[in-house]
């Protein structure tokens, strides 16, 4: 789970660059169907993983997180990404509450709600638009956690990133400036962008699903703030304050409880 959050958020710190030439939902959408030609050219999946309940059941999964990438990245243009992590969060929250069987779980989960709530600052924007793209986007996080459990039993989600990048293609055209010319530059950046943010830690968290389940996944994802708050400090120079520092303190009891 480490390593997915340090992918992402290298990945994320790439796609600023891209904010600057193409909208935010369309670097999703790059950022997504980049990703299913890697790993479709990786796993090489058969014809029959892309009809019937596997292709239905992975093309699920594939909107599931294309949804949740385009409602992030529309959040984060509008409002502070502290902010944007904080309420996404509520969808795994949710999901790991659902599963929950003892006073223990709902006692990390309490910490874990808390943890993420401080370290982001729990910042109020006036951006209604902004506020409604995240709780958007953790919706679609709660999705992409119970779907991608079903994933994790063999389906490839390069097959759901495929039908996800396929059956939105005309929107994601209807979005392309008309006046930008795609560059060698711009295709590496986007490349890079879904190798870092999706090819690999979309993977990863296969191999976390197939280990935990959706419940412990769900809550283990408390750890992509503080993954979060390291590359941040690193590539972007956002050093933590003295709240975010107790934000971090909780999650990481959170997660020590839940184990």
Request: contains cysteine.
């Given at each position: 789970?480490?390593?997915?959050?340090?992918?992402?958020?290298?990945?994320?710190?790439?796609?600023?660059?891209?904010?600057?030439?193409?909208?935010?939902?369309?670097?999703?959408?790059?950022?997504?169907s980049g990703a299913a030609?890697?790993?479709?050219?990786?796993?090489?999946?058969?014809?029959?993983?892309?009809?019937?309940?596997?292709?239905?059941?992975?093309?699920?999964?594939?909107?599931?997180?294309?949804?949740?990438?385009?409602?992030?990245?529309?959040?984060?243009?509008?409002?502070?990404?502290?902010?944007?992590?904080?309420?996404?969060?509520?969808?795994?929250?949710?999901?790991?509450?659902?599963?929950?069987?003892?006073?223990?779980?709902?006692?990390?989960?309490?910490?874990?709600?808390?943890?993420?709530?401080?370290?982001?600052?729990?910042?109020?924007?006036?951006?209604?638009?902004?506020?409604?793209?995240?709780?958007?986007?953790?919706?679609?996080?709660?999705?992409?956690?119970?779907?991608?459990?079903?994933?994790?039993?063999?389906?490839?989600?390069?097959?759901?990133?495929?039908?996800?990048?396929?059956?939105?293609?005309?929107?994601?055209?209807?979005?392309?400036?008309?006046?930008?010319?795609?560059?060698v530059s711009m295709a590496?950046?986007?490349?890079?962008?879904?190798?870092?943010?999706?090819?690999?830690?979309?993977?990863?968290?296969?191999?976390?699903?197939?280990?935990?389940?959706?419940?412990?996944?769900?809550?283990?994802?408390?750890?992509?703030?503080?993954?979060?708050?390291?590359?941040?400090?690193?590539?972007?120079?956002?050093?933590?304050?003295?709240?975010?520092?107790?934000?971090?303190?909780?999650?990481?009891?959170?997660?020590?409880?839940?184990?």
């Amino acid at each position: 789970m480490v390593a997915s959050g340090v992918s992402l958020y290298l990945g994320a710190a790439l796609a600023v660059g891209l904010f600057g030439i193409l909208p935010p939902s369309l670097v999703a959408w790059f950022r997504v169907s980049g990703a299913a030609v890697m790993l479709l050219l990786l796993a090489r999946p058969k014809p029959a993983a892309f009809v019937g309940r596997p292709g239905l059941r992975a093309a699920l999964y594939g909107l599931a997180t294309l949804t949740m990438n385009v409602a992030f990245y529309e959040a984060i243009a509008r409002i502070p990404m502290g902010t944007v992590v904080a309420i996404e969060f509520l969808g795994p929250v949710l999901v790991a509450a659902w599963g929950s069987r003892s006073a223990r779980d709902w006692i990390a989960l309490v910490l874990a709600g808390v943890g993420v709530l401080t370290l982001s600052g729990a910042a109020i924007s006036d951006s209604a638009v902004g506020v409604a793209c995240a709780l958007a986007a953790g919706g679609a996080w709660a999705a992409y956690i119970l779907l991608g459990s079903r994933m994790a039993n063999g389906s490839p989600i390069g097959v759901g990133f495929f039908w996800a990048g396929l059956l939105t293609a005309p929107l994601a055209w209807s979005l392309w400036p008309s006046a930008l010319s795609p560059t060698v530059s711009m295709a590496g950046m986007i490349a890079g962008l879904a190798l870092l943010s999706a090819a690999i830690p979309y993977s990863l968290d296969q191999k976390v699903l197939r280990i935990a389940g959706p419940s412990v996944f769900a809550l283990l994802q408390a750890i992509l703030p503080v993954v979060a708050a390291v590359v941040g400090a690193v590539a972007l120079g956002q050093w933590l304050s003295v709240a975010e520092v107790i934000g971090i303190g909780l999650v990481v009891c959170a997660v020590a409880l839940r184990r």
